[in-house]
């Protein structure tokens, strides 16, 4: 495969944008480690990673949401077996709501464990100028 731009130079990438491909000089022009062959597409490739960042802030927004509407559940399902409990002395659904209460809140602290470290990781990732942080 030769460069689109200089034909007697063999590619050694393509670009991200359109799949170009791009010999040492045109590769040579890309920034943050990222082939591109103009402005035009690093522009391009840039947007298309800031909208795939916001996508994962947005599902981590929605799982915090539903992180804490679990948590909620699971809270009034304990506090219905109080009621229950106490003040009706129906143990038989007492014991049913204290056995599915924890489970909600449980299940809400998962959820907002994994809505906090998830989108962190990527986001570190693609900071730029951000120092690099030896991978675990
Ligand atoms: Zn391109
Ligand atoms: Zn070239």
């Known amino acids: 495969m030769k ?9 050694v990438a393509v670009c991200m944008g359109c799949g170009m491909a791009l010999c040492p000089i045109c ?5 943050e480690e990222r082939f591109v062959c103009s ?3 690093a ?4 947007q298309s990673l800031s909208s795939t960042r916001e996508g994962f802030e947005k599902s981590a927004r929605s799982t915090r949401v539903a992180a804490w509407y679990t948590l909620a559940i699971g809270a009034v399902l304990l506090g219905l077996a109080l009621l229950m409990g106490v003040a009706a002395h129906d143990w038989g659904s007492a014991l049913y709501f204290l056995l599915m209460g ?3 809140v449980v299940a809400g602290i998962a959820l907002l464990m994994v809505s906090k470290r998830a989108p962190n990781s990527t986001l570190e990732r693609d900071g730029r100028g951000a120092a690099a942080r030896p991978s675990p």
């Open 3 to 11: 460069c689109l731009k200089h034909q007697n130079a063999d590619a």
């Open 43 to 46: 522009i391009r490739v840039r």
């Open 39 to 41: 402005d035009e597409c």
């Open 27 to 31: 590769a040579g022009r890309s920034s």
């Open 102 to 104: 924890p489970i909600g």
